[in-house]
């Protein structure tokens, strides 16, 4: 009897393991973020709950979190609105950068994107 309790238990907890902890059905916290020495930027998003959002006039620091179950395809772009500096901008999920991108000059775009 006990050997059946315990073969029993091994299989709950398999099957728990292999369908209830899939990437499909996790929440994760997702964030993008833009920062730069230039501070002046106009930001596109999509793949967010909101859809496309376009910002403008923010300032290094910026960043849009929420929370999403699975996965989708992301898109993130911010321009550097002045003359010289630099802009990064990236995709977070629960704490680890999935992609980065940075670039250098006047006026320059740095964009990223993937399915995440």
């Not at 728990?16 to 902890?21: F, K, L, R």
């Not at 995709?91 to 000059?105: C, E, M, N, Y």
């Amino acid at each position: 009897m006990k050997l059946r309790i315990k073969i029993l238990a091994a299989i709950v907890v398999i099957f728990i393991a292999i369908t209830g902890c899939s990437k499909e059905s996790m929440q994760s916290n997702y964030q993008y973020e833009v920062s730069g020495s230039a501070g002046d930027y106009s930001i596109t998003c999509e793949g967010a709950p909101s859809g496309t959002v376009q910002y403008s006039n923010v300032g290094s620091g910026w960043a849009y979190k929420w929370t999403q179950t699975g996965t989708r395809w992301l898109y993130m772009s911010a321009q550097n609105n002045t003359g010289s500096g630099t802009v990064t901008v990236k995709i977070i999920r629960d704490g680890k950068v999935l992609a980065q991108q940075t670039s250098s000059g006047a006026y320059v775009i740095a964009t990223v994107d993937g399915t995440y």
